[in-house]
Structure formats: C-alpha cells, structure tokens
C-alpha cells in the first residue's frame, strides 16, 4: 500500500514536471521543472529496488548534468529568445495527432508483449546480497566489454565537446545570401 | 502486499517518453530542445528498470547505468554545439539555422 502511494506520487510528480519541460515558456523553469521530472523519476527507481540506479540518477543525472544545463544557460544570453515565441505552435498543433498515433501504437505494442514469462532468477540473490552487489557481478562478468566501450565514447564525447566548444583563431567567413 | 504491476511502469514511461518526443518537435530554443530528449532518456530508463522489477533480473538496470552515461556524453557534445552555433551565428532558435539547407 505504501509502495502503491509513493508509486503514484512519484509517477503524477514525473508526468506533471514533464508536462512543464514541454510546455513552460521561459528556459529557467524549463530546467527546474526537467530537476523536478529527474528526481520524481529518481524516486520511481528506488519504489523498484533499483537504488543503485536511483542514487546515480541522483548524483549525475540531477546534479551533473542540470548544473551543465544551467551553466550553459548562464553563457547563451537568451534575450532575444525571449521575445520571440517559445514554442512552435503551428507545427505542435500539427504534430499532435502523430504524438497521440505513438502514444497508441506504443499502447499496441505492449499489450502485444505483455505475455512474457517472468523468470525471476536474480530475485532471490538479489535479496540475499543487495542490489549493488547484483548489479556490479553482471557490469564487470557479463558487460564488462560494453563498459569499457562506454568509458571510450564518454573519452570521445569529452575531447569533442572540447574541439567544438572552443574558440576559434578565426571566425568562418558567412557566404550565405 | 501486492506489488506494483509493469503496466503501471509501462504507462509512465509512455507517457513521459511521448512528452518528450512532443518537446523535441515543438520546441523553439536548443537548450530546451536537449532538455527533452533528456526527458525521452529518462523514460526509456523507466521502463527497463520497471521491466527488470517485474522479471526479476537485474541487465536492465545495467543498460540504465549505460543510458545515463551515454546521456552525459550526449549534454556535454549538444551544449557544446549549442554554444559553438550561437558564437558563430549569434542566433539559438531552430529555424534560424538554415546553412545545411540552403
């Protein structure tokens, strides 16, 4: 019953803030409502036993990556943003009916594979030894490869984002009419 | 105590997932543009640690710790776009940055 309550108040938390990130106008509540969405969702992983993943949503999710967001929010003046409109209200009108389409489709798609067999073979270990211990003897026996390819593509993304994100000697010339 | 079913996680994570595909279209700013596919990252991560829970395993959750990562990486190369496209242009809507289409 408390696991239904926090289940619901989580889940509604999640919907609302992300009804905000879409819909709000201006870019700062825009971020703090994505920080409400990602801490609701935080809260959604650990009402499933999943804390090792709540806690690092936590740690990266809602601090690292917010603190970016906002920092590069602070380095864009965004003035002029704001005094054009937020959001494209002819193509949202447009595109509504295919969101409702997917939203359907995705609805056929799991009623579809709805029958599948719960093996549950982790569950009793899981209990034993906890969630963190579960989860690092499948990272580092059974994906131990696809971690090391994650940690090159955070390497590559972080030299990339250093190579983009750098000033230039000098500015392209604008050729465009 | 019943437990939670995986329609319910099921239906959380459609329709967060549907919201933030929702705000990739419509929205006008970039930043805002990555906020919500974050949000679609979000979801997605919904439904594998709610189908873990249901089947009792423990993969999907792996996989979560695998988006969240490749979510950082994905911030740190789109911000870092955002802001070269703004140095160079001066501009940060969508529809004014029309160099690849005409």
Redesign the interface.
């Known amino acids: 019953m408390i696991q239904w309550s926090a289940f619901l108040l989580f889940s509604l938390l999640a919907i609302a803030s992300g009804m905000g990130v879409v819909l709000l106008p201006n870019p700062v509540y825009v971020i703090l409502s994505l920080l409400s969405a990602l801490v609701a969702v935080a809260g959604i992983f650990f009402v499933a036993g999943a804390e090792l993943v709540g806690a690092l949503q936590l740690l990266i999710y809602a601090v690292a990556v917010t603190v970016f967001y906002v920092f590069v929010l602070t380095a864009v003046p965004w003035e002029k943003a704001l005094k054009k409109d937020s959001h494209f209200r002819v193509e949202g009108v447009l595109s509504f009916p295919i969101l409702l389409l997917l939203y359907f489709e995705m609805l056929i798609v799991f009623l579809l594979g709805v029958s599948v067999s719960p093996k549950g073979k982790i569950r009793e270990l899981s209990k034993q030894i906890g969630n963190t211990e579960v989860i690092g003897g499948i990272l580092f026996s059974k994906y131990f490869l696809v971690f090391e390819l994650v940690s090159l593509v955070l390497l590559i993304g972080m030299i990339g984002a250093v190579v983009i994100g750098r000033k230039e000697a000098q500015t392209y010339e604008d050729h465009t009419p | 105590?019943?437990?939670?079913p995986?329609?319910?996680?099921?239906a959380?994570s459609?329709?967060?997932?549907?919201?933030?595909?929702?705000?990739t279209?419509?929205?006008?700013?970039l930043?805002?543009v990555?906020?919500?596919t974050?949000?679609a990252l979000?979801a997605v991560?919904?439904a594998f640690?709610?189908a873990?829970?249901?089947?009792?395993?423990?993969?999907g959750?792996?996989f979560?710790?695998?988006i969240?990562?490749?979510?950082?990486?994905?911030?740190?190369?789109g911000?870092?776009?955002?802001?070269?496209i703004?140095?160079?242009r001066r501009v940060?809507?969508t529809?004014e940055i029309t160099?690849m289409r005409?």
């Not at chain 2, 105590?1 to 939670?4: L, N, V």
């Not at chain 2, 459609?14 to 705000?23: A, D, K, M, R, Y």
């Open positions: 105590m019943k437990t939670i995986l329609e319910a996680y099921m959380v459609i329709i967060l997932f549907g919201l933030g595909v929702f705000g279209i419509v929205r006008r700013n930043i805002t990555l906020m919500s974050e949000l979000n991560n919904v640690v709610g873990d829970y249901h089947l009792g395993l423990a993969d959750q792996v979560a710790l695998f969240i990562a490749l979510a950082a990486a994905e911030a740190a190369v911000l870092g776009i955002v802001i070269s703004f140095r160079l940060e809507s529809d160099d005409d």
